[in-house]
């Protein structure tokens, strides 16, 4: 990810239930991405499935 594209990144916080942090972290790990990316790819695909429908 470039610099510019970093600044058109927002920092957010959220909560989650701690199986399903440890699962994605998990994810993360085997995949060798970091957790925001994780989390970045998972809303993509939820909200592409659901423009589908």
Known sequence: ???????????????????????????AQREDRNLSSVVRLALKRLLESEQTK
């Not at 058109?8 to 994810?27: G, H, N, V, W």
């Open 1 to 27: 990810m470039s610099e510019q594209d970093n600044k058109k990144m927002k920092t957010i916080s959220f909560t989650l239930p701690a199986e399903l942090l440890a699962l994605a972290q998990a994810y």
